[in-house]
C-alpha cells in the first residue's frame, strides 16, 4: 500500500503535479507590514466552523433553488422556455448545472489550499508567512463546506480542464509573486466575484449562507494579494512587471477564452440532456429571447463577468495592467466576443470597491 492510500473507506483518486520552490527562512520576527500583521489578526478573528455555524439541518430548499437557480450569472429561469418545463425537470437542471459550478468551486478551493499552504514556505516577509497560515486554515474550511454542500445537490463532477491547468501553473511555478498574482489576484478574484454573485441571485437559504461566509473569507485573501504586491510591485523592473502581467493574462485565459477549446457550454449541454432536454433545442430557445434576459440583468445592475468586472481592475490598482496587457485582453475578447464588444468590455472595466469586506457583506451584514 502507498503512502497516500488510506484503508478501504474510499477509492483512491490522487493526481500529482511536480512542484519546484525555495522556501524562505525569516530571521527577523518583528512586524515588516503592518497592513498585512493587521489583515493576519482580523483573519484569527473571523475564524468560522463549516458544520456549527451554518444551517445544515433543514437540507437545500429545492423549490427556491430551482426558482433562483442562474447559469454563470445569466439568469435562466426569466425565460418562458425555463417556465414552461415540469417542476421536476427544473429542479434536475438547476441542481446538475450548479452542481457543475460548485464542483469546479470546490476543486479550486483544493488548489487554493495547497497554494496557501505553498506560500507559508515561499513569501520572504514573517507577516506573509503568518497571513498564509490563517489562508490555508480558511481554505480547508473551504473544501469541508463546498463538498457538503454539494453532496446534498449531486456527485461531485470532474474538474474542468482549463480550471486544472491553471492550478497546475499556479502550483508548479517557483516565484512567489507569480503564485500571488495566479491565485490571489486571478483564482480569488475569479471565486469572490462569482460567489458574491451566485450569491446575490439564489434565494436557497443554506446557499446563501455559504457564499457569503466562504466570501467574506475571500474578501480577506483578495486584500492580501493586493496588500502584499501593492508593496513589492513599485520596486520591480519593467521586465519583471512584464513577467508577472503575462501569467496572469495566461491565467485569466485558461478560465475564461473560448478558443481553448474547454468552454463551460459544451459541459452544460451534456448536462442538460441527460436531463433529458435537447440542448441545442433549449440554448436556441434561450437565445430567442435576448430583451427577457437583458431586462431581467440590467435590473440586477447589468453584468460585467469576473475577469472584466474583477480581476482586471484588481491588476490595474496593482501596477500590473499596461497598455501591453491590455492590448491583450482586447484581442482576447475580439477573438471571442467580436471588436465592438471587446471595446466595451475594454471601456467598462471599472473601479475596485475600496472595502471588499463592505462589498461581500452588502445587505448580508447580519447573516
Ligand atoms: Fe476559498
Ligand atoms: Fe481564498
Same mark, same amino acid.
Given at each position: 500500500?502507498?503512502?497516500? &492510500?488510506?484503508?478501504?473507506?474510499?477509492?483512491?483518486?490522487?493526481?500529482?503535479?511536480?512542484?519546484?520552490? &525555495?522556501?524562505?527562512?525569516?530571521?527577523?520576527?518583528?512586524?515588516?507590514?503592518?497592513?498585512?500583521?493587521?489583515?493576519?489578526?482580523?483573519?484569527?478573528?473571523? %475564524?468560522?466552523?463549516?458544520?456549527?455555524? !451554518?444551517?445544515?439541518?433543514?437540507?437545500?430548499?429545492?423549490?427556491? @433553488?430551482?426558482?433562483?437557480?442562474? !447559469?454563470?450569472?445569466?439568469?435562466?429561469? #426569466?425565460?418562458?422556455?425555463?417556465?414552461?418545463?415540469?417542476? #421536476?425537470?427544473?429542479?434536475?437542471?438547476?441542481?446538475? *448545472?450548479?452542481?457543475?459550478?460548485?464542483?469546479?468551486?470546490?476543486?479550486?478551493?483544493?488548489?487554493?489550499?495547497?497554494?496557501?499552504? %505553498? !506560500?507559508?514556505?515561499?513569501?520572504?516577509?514573517?507577516?506573509?508567512? @503568518?497571513?498564509?497560515?490563517?489562508?490555508?486554515?480558511?481554505?480547508? =474550511?473551504?473544501?469541508?463546506?463546498?463538498?457538503?454542500?454539494?453532496?446534498?445537490?449531486?456527485?461531485?463532477?470532474?474538474? +474542468?480542464?482549463? /480550471?486544472?491547468?491553471?492550478?497546475?501553473?499556479?502550483?508548479?511555478?517557483?516565484?512567489?509573486?507569480?503564485?500571488?498574482?495566479?491565485?490571489?489576484?486571478?483564482?480569488?478574484?475569479?471565486?469572490?466575484? *462569482?460567489?458574491?454573485?451566485?450569491?446575490?441571485?439564489? $434565494? &436557497?437559504?443554506?446557499?446563501?449562507?455559504?457564499?457569503?461566509?466562504?466570501? =467574506?473569507?475571500?474578501?480577506?485573501?483578495?486584500?492580501?494579494?493586493?496588500?502584499?504586491?501593492?508593496?513589492?510591485?513599485?520596486?520591480?523592473?519593467?521586465?519583471?512587471?512584464?513577467?508577472?502581467? $503575462? @501569467?496572469?493574462?495566461?491565467?485569466?485565459?485558461?478560465?475564461?477564452?473560448? =478558443?481553448?477549446?474547454? *468552454?463551460?457550454?459544451?459541459?452544460?449541454?451534456?448536462?442538460?440532456?441527460?436531463?433529458?432536454?435537447?440542448?441545442?433545442?433549449?440554448?436556441?430557445?434561450?437565445?430567442?429571447?435576448? $430583451?427577457?434576459?437583458?431586462?431581467?440583468?440590467?435590473?440586477?445592475?447589468?453584468?460585467?463577468?469576473?475577469?472584466?468586472? @474583477?480581476?482586471?481592475?484588481? /491588476?490595474?490598482?496593482?501596477?500590473?495592467? +499596461? #497598455?501591453?496587457?491590455?492590448?491583450?485582453?482586447?484581442?482576447?475578447?475580439?477573438?471571442?466576443?467580436?471588436?465592438?464588444?471587446?471595446?466595451?468590455?475594454?471601456?467598462?472595466?471599472?473601479?475596485?470597491?475600496?472595502?471588499?469586506?463592505?462589498?461581500?457583506? #452588502?445587505?448580508? &451584514?447580519?447573516?
Amino acid at each position: 500500500m502507498s503512502a497516500t &492510500e488510506l484503508p478501504e473507506k474510499h477509492p483512491v483518486q490522487t493526481e500529482g503535479v511536480k512542484t519546484a520552490m &525555495e522556501a524562505i527562512y525569516n530571521w527577523n520576527y518583528e512586524p515588516e507590514i503592518d497592513q498585512i500583521r493587521t489583515l493576519y489578526a482580523k483573519a484569527l478573528d473571523l %475564524q468560522w466552523i463549516a458544520i456549527k455555524d !451554518l444551517d445544515w439541518e433543514k437540507g437545500v430548499d429545492h423549490e427556491a @433553488f430551482t426558482r433562483t437557480f442562474s !447559469l454563470g450569472g445569466i439568469p435562466v429561469t #426569466e425565460t418562458s422556455f425555463w417556465k414552461k418545463l415540469p417542476q #421536476e425537470t427544473r429542479w434536475q437542471i438547476a441542481r446538475r *448545472s450548479a452542481g457543475f459550478m460548485l464542483s469546479n468551486f470546490l476543486h479550486g478551493e483544493q488548489g487554493a489550499l495547497m497554494v496557501a499552504g %505553498q !506560500l507559508v514556505s515561499a513569501v520572504p516577509h514573517m507577516d506573509g508567512k @503568518f497571513y498564509a497560515a490563517t489562508q490555508t486554515m480558511d481554505e480547508a =474550511r473551504h473544501v469541508e463546506a463546498f463538498a457538503a454542500y454539494v453532496k446534498l445537490l449531486d456527485d461531485v463532477q470532474p474538474i +474542468s480542464p482549463g /480550471l486544472k491547468k491553471l492550478l497546475d501553473n499556479v502550483l508548479s511555478v517557483e516565484d512567489w509573486m507569480l503564485k500571488a498574482v495566479g491565485m490571489q489576484v486571478v483564482t480569488e478574484g475569479l471565486a469572490l466575484y *462569482s460567489f458574491r454573485d451566485m450569491r446575490n441571485q439564489t $434565494d &436557497e437559504p443554506l446557499l446563501k449562507q455559504l457564499l457569503t461566509y466562504v466570501g =467574506r473569507d475571500e474578501a480577506r485573501h483578495t486584500g492580501y494579494g493586493i496588500k502584499y504586491l501593492n508593496q513589492v510591485v513599485p520596486t520591480l523592473t519593467r521586465a519583471q512587471k512584464d513577467t508577472i502581467e $503575462d @501569467f496572469a493574462f495566461e491565467a485569466s485565459r485558461l478560465l475564461i477564452d473560448q =478558443r481553448t477549446g474547454y *468552454s463551460m457550454r459544451d459541459t452544460v449541454m451534456k448536462l442538460w440532456a441527460d436531463a433529458g432536454i435537447d440542448p441545442v433545442e433549449a440554448f436556441q430557445a434561450m437565445t430567442s429571447e435576448r $430583451d427577457v434576459i437583458a431586462k431581467a440583468l440590467e435590473r440586477r445592475g447589468g453584468r460585467m463577468g469576473p475577469i472584466s468586472g @474583477f480581476v482586471i481592475p484588481t /491588476l490595474h490598482s496593482i501596477g500590473l495592467y +499596461s #497598455e501591453r496587457i491590455a492590448g491583450h485582453f482586447r484581442e482576447m475578447w475580439t477573438a471571442n466576443m467580436g471588436a465592438e464588444a471587446a471595446e466595451h468590455m475594454a471601456s467598462r472595466s471599472k473601479e475596485l470597491p475600496e472595502d471588499l469586506e463592505a462589498w461581500v457583506n #452588502e445587505g448580508y &451584514e447580519t447573516l
